[in-house]
């Protein structure tokens, strides 16, 4: 079936360093990806999306390159700030298995924490 | 401003009660979903609705109940049957299924055992 898998964390990283989270999945077909953030005690929000091969993503500076012969979507970050401490999800529209509708994958999430 | 509202933020089942969230959505989008968050173990998702009067058991379906009677409204009931319901539960929505347009999230319900 289709999954997603991330890197385990937690990242953790001091500020303006660079980042990467990887994240690669598993599809029949060409899935649409997306990266999710959220902040503690708080829901899910869309980072960024792609929705065919070799697209990017982007947004507040992150960046993720929808990669069909790797199967990946590394989501990157050139200089992080404190504020980008949240756990990231990276995940991928699927058709659910009575092919009634779509819904979304995830991976497991990556805890990043940014310290000044 | 248009958006998803969970209510309550936080609530507490005592054994062997039933106990109902709630999600509202003035989005006007058609799909509505149900996940449930564990420590460690990402998003999973429970029940979706593509249309009112309409909706299809996920991946974790047992224990849970839903109905869609409107289309700005997606409650979820966690049953008796539920024997580890403790988790934080999450609701979204998206516009219609042939559009490549993201899900949207409420803030979530975090549900504990008293």
């Known amino acids: 079936g289709n999954s997603v898998t991330q890197m385990e964390g937690p990242v953790t990283l001091s500020e303006e360093a660079f980042l990467t989270i990887n994240c690669t999945y598993t599809a029949t077909g060409y899935p649409s990806l997306f990266w999710y953030v959220q902040y503690p005690g708080e829901g899910l929000q869309l980072l960024l999306k792609?929705?065919?091969?070799?697209d990017k993503g982007s947004n507040k500076g992150f960046e993720a390159t929808y990669r069909k012969e790797t199967t990946s979507f590394h989501l990157e970050k050139g200089s992080v700030q404190v504020s980008d401490s949240a756990v990231y999800f990276c995940?991928?529209?699927?058709?659910?298995?009575?092919?009634?509708?779509?819904?979304?994958?995830f991976g497991k999430g990556t805890t990043l924490s940014v310290s000044s | 401003d248009g958006g998803i509202t969970q209510s309550p933020k936080y609530l507490f089942r005592k054994e062997g009660q039933n106990v109902t969230l709630s999600c509202e959505q003035n989005?006007?989008?058609?799909?509505m979903y149900w996940y449930r968050q564990d420590p460690g173990q990402g998003l999973r998702l429970i029940y979706y609705s593509q249309i009112v009067n309409d909706f299809q058991k996920g991946d974790i379906a047992e224990g849970y109940s839903v109905s869609r009677e409107k289309k700005e409204s997606f409650p979820l009931t966690v049953t008796s049957a539920q024997k580890n319901p403790t988790a934080f539960y999450l609701c979204a929505s998206r516009t219609g299924e042939y559009s490549n347009q993201p899900q949207h999230f409420g803030d979530g319900t975090r549900l504990s055992i008293l």
């Open positions: 995940a991928l529209r699927s058709l659910m298995a009575n092919q009634a509708g779509t819904a979304l994958i």
């Open positions: 989005l006007n989008h058609d799909a």
């Open positions: 792609a929705t065919k091969a070799d």
